[in-house]
């Protein structure tokens, strides 16, 4: 955070008394910035002036551009760059002023001048506005040129995009000079923006304006920030902009922006105060391998296994590695060796990929043939040959687009390259197989063993098994008719969830279990085979156990343990019988903690639970919390943007990123961990009707007859220490006063806005045991948001479907995503859950 020099502080009291007092008559010029000068604008938001990207100090090799960037912000963040094809060599002589044209120029020196605005001539008043927009104005006051109509790859509030006004990304990071990748307004007149290559070759697209969204961007719908606003969607005068509304009562505004990134992907960015970096939950396309040609002919992308986006192709180099190594890859792959060179000749084989930009040639038939036809021809640069069809096809040209498939989705191309004298990378080959080969003898072997091992305990058993697979664990296999018999042919209905109908059953040896029976069962009876494997695997104690399953012809069906005193849920109603004690409740936030910590943390493939909520927290019969549900969402395997449409009215309950679309981490969970620990603490459901509930206080939620939404008010009661507020009134006071404390503190830590801020599972455990000291945390500002004034409405509206019914109320019942390791942000200065006196 720079201050500005002395210097800049008169050239504001110059520049608002030039815009003030209309300088018309003068037709001199007036210097606005020179050399390392800057200038704020009025409410000092944004600064103007040259900077350069070059960080290595060596102002020879630098090149400056007169730019605007966030006065607050560090790193520098810019958002408009003038000369941004013209770079000025010597920062010293470099100007930028309003000449005697009346516009506004960037000079390289006295008399160079290397950018121009293009109003026409006339006298001109200058304003450098607050929203960024650099404005000059006519002696009429109406606008003659503003920097918003000529945007470089940042899309600010106050900012309307037209047909001619395309954002076009840097070239690279640290490069503001014109990239590939745009994002326009297409012109067929259907509302729509896309992503483009070149300005040829689209690679994403809103899909068309339905009036209050796109199509491809539902989450637009959820009520956040910004409004939107789209004048004359449907004709060539289309204009899209939009602004942000503040996020509490005192009307501050947070920082954001959009921006095309020099990788080509459309991205989203907030300014979060508190982490005092940006917050990126938005980002289109999800997959940065979807843009278009980003990695280059003959580069492949995300494939490498490297820390890389884009590796090159065996048997081939980067066109230009200082590019390949500022990470612009654009340009691509070249060949280590020319064909027709020497008689070296070989394909090599990439897999399954697809890919774009091939002249290509099929034959029917063998892969031989196909090899020798390719080796005929010098300009035949390989092949592909489909496994399923054996038919195979010669490729001429190179290859852009390359991305590694799934068998499943569609990745029964295999593709050969032709290369020339790869017998260097054979050898290196051979010595990884080499030892690899070692190395899986010994692991067969001690496979081996454990195998000889568990048949003979199995048969010492007695256990019939008909899958080996599942022989080393400790699931059973049972057919359909053992459970029609067990459920007394699915009598007893236990509840009712978002994946399916669970039942009490009785097995032979008279021990109860719940059997659920999946409604939808998605996927092939392998897929679910090895799901259920995964599930059966995670054994802990805070986790319900898996006893088995069933899958015959269209059944799927899974037996649990068998928890007689129910899910939380039933405990949480103000009126109703049930209720806990705070020794019951503290055990069972910790218990769910620890199995949660489990999942996240331990397990072989960490595992997002996706639907934390009271319902699918069992009790055992001494109160001890087990987790269920885990796993089930990858079972049924429902793709997102189903599942947002079916998200409206639920806004409140789930983690803010979830409404991005982004990628989900487990820190989604935790976020639903702490709408369930506030529940817990103030044994009431979160949202309720306004007339039973608020005896807490006054809340700032709604008016009678509507739902009361809870978690706002318990959050500021929490920060503000008045937590007897919270609690359970049927509790008569009879708590831990420190407990039902870190019990709070940590809720409020755990449905931060900002997932960075949220603490892990794994930390939520040592904070409840008290292990570490909870400070007070910050208020999550989005949830106020979130469920203020109209968007509130929104939810009051259409939430009927969901309060008593106790399933799925959390909105979406169905989506996990297995990924390896909980990803943490690692920012810079995140402000902490805890004190750094950890005395454990
Ligand atoms: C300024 O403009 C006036 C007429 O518009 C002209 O007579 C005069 O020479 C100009 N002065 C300069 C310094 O260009
Ligand atoms: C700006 O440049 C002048 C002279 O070139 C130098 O003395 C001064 O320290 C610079 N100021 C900043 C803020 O870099
Ligand atoms: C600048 O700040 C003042 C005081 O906070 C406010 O009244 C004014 O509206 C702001 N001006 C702009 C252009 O944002
Ligand atoms: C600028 O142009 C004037 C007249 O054309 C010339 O006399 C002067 O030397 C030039 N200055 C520089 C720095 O090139
Ligand atoms: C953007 O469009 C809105 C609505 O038409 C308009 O009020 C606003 O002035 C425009 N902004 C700019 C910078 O042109
Ligand atoms: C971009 O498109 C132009 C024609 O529109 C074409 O000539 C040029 O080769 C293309 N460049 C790349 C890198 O694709
Ligand atoms: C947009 O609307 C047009 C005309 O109704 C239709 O042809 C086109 O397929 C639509 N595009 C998308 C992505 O829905
Ligand atoms: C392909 O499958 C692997 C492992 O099964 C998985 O990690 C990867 O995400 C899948 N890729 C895509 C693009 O779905």
């Known amino acids: 955070m720079t201050h500005p020099p002395p210097l800049s502080v008169t050239l504001i009291a110059l520049l608002i008394l030039i815009?003030?007092?209309?300088?018309?008559?003068?037709?001199?010029?007036?210097?606005?910035?020179?050399?390392?000068?800057?200038?704020?604008?009025?409410?000092?938001?944004?600064?103007?002036?040259?900077?350069?990207?070059?960080?290595?100090?060596?102002?020879?090799?630098?090149?400056?551009?007169?730019?605007?960037?966030?006065?607050?912000?560090?790193?520098?963040?810019?958002?408009?760059?003038?000369?941004?094809?013209?770079?000025?060599?010597?920062?010293?002589?470099?100007?930028?002023?309003?000449?005697?044209?009346?516009?506004?120029?960037?000079k390289a020196s006295e008399n160079v001048t290397v950018w121009q605005s293009s109003n026409p001539e006339a006298p001109s008043f200058f304003q450098f506005r607050d929203d960024g927009n650099l404005v000059l104005l006519s002696p009429d006051r109406t606008v003659a040129w503003q920097s918003f109509d000529h945007p470089t790859d940042t899309w600010l509030p106050g900012m309307n995009l037209t047909r001619?006004?395309?954002?076009?990304?840097?070239?690279?990071?640290?490069?503001?000079?014109?990239?590939?990748?745009?994002?326009?307004?297409?012109?067929?007149?259907?509302?729509?923006?896309?992503?483009?290559?070149?300005?040829?070759?689209?690679?994403?697209?809103?899909g068309n304006w339905t009036g209050q969204s796109f199509s491809n961007v539902p989450e637009m719908n959820a009520p956040y920030i910004y409004r939107f606003n789209f004048v004359d969607p449907f004709s060539p005068t289309a204009s899209f902009g939009f602004k942000v509304k503040p996020l509490?009562?005192?009307?501050?505004?947070?920082?954001?922006?959009?921006?095309?990134?020099?990788?080509?992907?459309?991205?989203?960015?907030?300014?979060?105060?508190?982490?005092?970096?940006?917050?990126?939950?938005?980002?289109?396309?999800?997959?940065?391998?979807?843009?278009?040609?980003?990695?280059g002919s003959f580069g492949l992308c995300g494939g490498g296994g490297g820390s890389r986006t884009c590796e090159c192709v065996g048997g081939f180099k980067p066109r230009n590695d200082a590019a390949w190594e500022s990470e612009d890859y654009t340009g691509g792959c070249v060949r280590e060796n020319l064909l027709c060179g020497g008689n070296d000749e070989s394909f090599q084989g990439i897999g399954a990929v697809r890919f774009d930009g091939a002249v290509e040639k099929s034959f029917f038939g063998d892969k031989g043939r196909c090899k020798r036809e390719c080796?005929?021809?010098?300009?035949?640069?390989?092949?592909?040959?489909?496994?399923?069809?054996?038919?195979?096809?010669?490729?001429?040209?190179?290859?852009?687009?390359?991305?590694?498939?799934?068998?499943?989705?569609?990745?029964?191309?295999?593709?050969?390259?032709?290369?020339?004298?790869?017998?260097?990378?054979?050898?290196?080959?051979?010595?990884?197989?080499?030892?690899?080969?070692?190395?899986?003898?010994?692991?067969?072997?001690?496979?081996?063993?454990?195998?000889?091992?568990?048949?003979?305990?199995?048969?010492?058993?007695?256990?019939?098994?008909?899958?080996?697979?599942?022989?080393?664990?400790?699931?059973?296999?049972?057919?359909?008719?053992?459970?029609?018999?067990?459920?007394?042919?699915?009598?007893?209905?236990?509840g009712h969830g978002g994946f399916g109908t669970v039942f009490q059953g009785e097995l032979k040896d008279s021990s109860l279990?719940?059997?659920?029976?999946?409604?939808?069962?998605?996927?092939?009876?392998?897929?679910?085979?090895?799901?259920?494997?995964?599930?059966?695997?995670?054994?802990?104690?805070?986790?319900?156990?898996?006893?088995?399953?069933?899958?015959?012809?269209?059944?799927?069906?899974?037996?649990?343990?068998?928890?007689?005193?129910?899910?939380?849920?039933?405990?949480?109603?103000?009126?109703?019988?049930?209720?806990?004690?705070?020794?019951?409740?503290?055990?069972?936030?910790?218990?769910?903690?620890?199995?949660?910590?489990?999942?996240?943390?331990?397990?072989?493939?960490?595992?997002?639970?996706?639907?934390?909520?009271?319902?699918?927290?069992?009790?055992?019969?001494?109160?001890?919390?087990?987790?269920?549900?885990?796993?089930?969402?990858?079972?049924?395997?429902?793709?997102?943007?189903?599942?947002?449409?079916?998200m409206r009215g639920t806004w409140g309950y789930v983690a803010p990123e979830w409404i991005s679309g982004v990628e989900i981490t487990t820190k989604a969970d935790v976020y639903s961990y702490g709408m369930t620990l506030l529940e817990l603490v103030g044994g009431r459901r979160n949202v309720q009707p306004s007339s039973t509930g608020k005896e807490g206080g006054g809340g700032d939620g709604g008016g009678a007859g509507d739902k009361w939404f809870f978690p706002p008010w318990a959050a500021q009661q929490i920060i503000e220490g008045n937590i007897g507020a919270v609690v359970d009134s049927r509790l008569g006071g009879a708590y831990v006063v420190e407990e039902v404390k870190r019990v709070a503190l940590v809720a409020v830590w755990c449905i931060q806005d900002n997932e960075v801020m949220r603490p892990t599972m794994g930390m939520v455990v040592k904070m409840l045991e008290g292990l570490v000291e909870v400070t007070v945390?910050?208020?999550?500002?989005?949830?106020?948001?979130?469920?203020?004034?109209?968007?509130?409405?929104?939810?009051?509206?259409?939430?009927?479907?969901?309060?008593?019914?106790?399933?799925?109320?959390?909105?979406?019942?169905?989506?996990?995503?297995?990924?390896?390791?909980?990803?943490?942000?690692?920012?810079?200065?995140?402000?902490?859950?805890?004190?750094?006196?950890?005395?454990?």
């Open 19 to 106: 815009s003030i007092t209309a300088t018309s008559a003068s037709n001199g010029t007036v210097l606005i910035v020179r050399g390392n000068a800057t200038i704020t604008s009025v409410n000092k938001t944004f600064e103007l002036g040259f900077f350069s990207t070059n960080t290595n100090g060596d102002s020879s090799s630098s090149y400056y551009y007169l730019g605007i960037w966030y006065t607050s912000v560090t790193p520098k963040t810019y958002v408009w760059v003038a000369n941004r094809n013209t770079p000025t060599r010597n920062l010293d002589t470099s100007s930028f002023e309003l000449n005697r044209l009346g516009r506004l120029a960037v």
């Open 164 to 206: 001619d006004k395309v954002l076009t990304c840097w070239r690279t990071v640290s490069d503001p000079s014109p990239g590939f990748y745009s994002l326009r307004l297409n012109s067929h007149d259907f509302g729509e923006f896309g992503l483009v290559y070149n300005s040829t070759e689209e690679y994403w697209t809103t």
């Open 248 to 295: 509490d009562p005192t009307g501050s505004v947070p920082l954001t922006m959009f921006r095309v990134e020099y990788n080509g992907r459309f991205r989203q960015y907030t300014w979060w105060n508190p982490i005092e970096n940006w917050d990126q939950f938005w980002v289109r396309p999800s997959d940065v391998c979807r843009v278009y040609g980003l990695c």
């Open 375 to 494: 080796l005929k021809n010098c300009e035949c640069i390989g092949l592909y040959y489909n496994e399923r069809s054996r038919s195979c096809t010669n490729l001429y040209g190179s290859l852009l687009n390359l991305q590694k498939l799934n068998y499943s989705e569609g990745g029964e191309n295999i593709l050969y390259l032709r290369v020339n004298g790869v017998m260097k990378v054979r050898k290196s080959l051979n010595l990884v197989v080499l030892i690899g080969s070692i190395v899986g003898s010994v692991l067969f072997l001690g496979f081996m063993g454990v195998m000889g091992f568990v048949l003979v305990k199995r048969k010492w058993n007695g256990v019939i098994e008909e899958d080996r697979e599942f022989g080393v664990l400790n699931i059973r296999v049972f057919s359909y008719k053992e459970l029609h018999i067990a459920t007394r042919g699915f009598s007893e209905k236990l």
């Open 513 to 646: 279990v719940a059997v659920k029976r999946l409604d939808r069962p998605g996927g092939a009876e392998r897929e679910f085979r090895a799901e259920v494997c995964t599930i059966g695997n995670i054994q802990h104690v805070n986790l319900v156990r898996l006893r088995g399953f069933c899958s015959e012809k269209s059944h799927r069906l899974l037996v649990y343990d068998y928890m007689p005193n129910g899910c939380l849920s039933v405990y949480l109603r103000q009126e109703g019988p049930h209720n806990l004690s705070w020794d019951v409740r503290f055990r069972v936030a910790v218990g769910t903690a620890r199995g949660l910590a489990y999942l996240h943390e331990e397990c072989r493939d960490c595992i997002i639970h996706c639907d934390i909520k009271p319902e699918n927290i069992l009790l055992d019969n001494e109160f001890n919390a087990k987790v269920s549900d885990f796993g089930l969402a990858k079972l049924i395997g429902r793709d997102f943007s189903r599942v947002l449409a079916t």
């Open 777 to 840: 945390p910050p208020a999550p500002k989005l949830l106020q948001a979130l469920v203020s004034g109209e968007s509130f409405c929104g939810v009051r509206a259409e939430s009927g479907n969901g309060v008593s019914s106790g399933s799925g109320f959390y909105g979406v019942d169905g989506m996990a995503v297995m990924s390896s390791g909980g990803s943490e942000s690692s920012v810079g200065n995140v402000s902490s859950p805890v004190n750094k006196n950890v005395n454990a």
